[in-house]
């Protein structure tokens, strides 16, 4: 489903004689399978994220290629890859980058207002199945200040989700909850990927790995 071949990202990081330059992914062979769970690890700052955004479009790769399905993403048109990600791949940030004036149905249909016209004409639908995957139909009328960090998480899960992708990216999902909310949002995804759907998971947690 998803190859990577010989993908390098540099970033140059200050100005002038105090620039230095980072290489956050060097040379990275990687080929996913459909159905497969796949955990990427490592310290903080060795390139998990970047990783990621170079897999989901988000950031072009200095050289290699990103092949998802076939296709090598930075050989299509900007408007092509945002298509792409809209319709195939659930992104999952570490900040849950929720709307604060949009309920929280509202944030989670966000993503269909992108999609085809059938999409779009089933996406309260498709928010309230989604919703209920998460465990949160009760809470659709909710804004996001009157959620926890779980049901936080929770509602960034439903989001990824909403347009049924085949891939979902889930950057640091647990980060800065508490034990019994973590083993709660790793069921979540257990349960998601046991539907068939491809996860690639970054995390630094010795315990999800």
Same mark, same amino acid.
């Given at each position: 489903?998803?190859?990577?071949?010989?993908?390098?990202?540099?970033?140059?990081?200050?100005?002038?004689?105090?620039?230095?330059?980072?290489?956050?992914?060097?040379?990275?062979?990687?080929?996913?399978?459909?159905? +497969?769970?796949?955990?990427?690890? /490592?310290? @903080? &700052?060795?390139?998990?994220?970047?990783?990621?955004? *170079?897999? #989901? $479009?988000?950031?072009?790769?200095?050289?290699?290629?990103?092949?998802?399905?076939?296709?090598?993403?930075?050989?299509?048109?900007?408007?092509?890859?945002?298509?792409?990600?809209?319709?195939?791949?659930?992104?999952?940030?570490?900040?849950?980058?929720?709307?604060?004036?949009?309920?929280?149905?509202?944030?989670?249909?966000?993503?269909?207002?992108?999609?085809?016209?059938?999409?779009?004409?089933?996406?309260?639908?498709?928010?309230? +199945?989604?919703?209920?995957?998460? /465990?949160? @139909? &009760?809470?659709?009328?909710?804004?996001?200040?009157? *959620?926890? #960090? $779980?049901?936080?998480?929770?509602?960034?899960?439903?989001?990824?989700?909403?347009?049924?992708?085949?891939?979902?990216?889930?950057?640091?999902?647990?980060?800065?909850?508490?034990?019994?909310?973590?083993?709660?949002?790793?069921?979540?995804?257990?349960?998601?990927?046991?539907?068939?759907?491809?996860?690639?998971?970054?995390?630094?947690?010795?315990?999800?790995?």
């Amino acid at each position: 489903m998803i190859e990577l071949k010989q993908v390098t990202k540099t970033y140059f990081r200050g100005q002038g004689s105090m620039q230095m330059t980072v290489r956050a992914v060097e040379q990275v062979e990687m080929t996913i399978q459909a159905g +497969e769970f796949v955990v990427i690890t /490592g310290r @903080s &700052g060795c390139g998990k994220t970047t990783l990621l955004n *170079l897999i #989901a $479009g988000l950031a072009k790769p200095d050289s290699g290629k990103v092949i998802f399905e076939g296709m090598d993403i930075w050989a299509m048109k900007d408007e092509e890859i945002s298509v792409l990600r809209n319709r195939k791949i659930g992104l999952m940030f570490q900040v849950p980058s929720l709307m604060p004036t949009l309920n929280v149905m509202d944030n989670v249909v966000l993503p269909t207002l992108f999609a085809p016209k059938e999409t779009r004409r089933n996406a309260y639908q498709r928010g309230r +199945e989604a919703l209920d995957a998460v /465990g949160l @139909s &009760g809470l659709k009328e909710a804004f996001p200040r009157h *959620l926890s #960090a $779980g049901e936080e998480k929770r509602v960034v899960i439903a989001r990824a989700i909403v347009n049924r992708p085949p891939v979902l990216l889930a950057d640091e999902p647990t980060a800065n909850l508490d034990e019994r909310t973590e083993e709660e949002v790793m069921a979540l995804l257990q349960k998601i990927h046991a539907g068939g759907t491809t996860i690639l998971l970054v995390t630094h947690h010795p315990g999800l790995i």
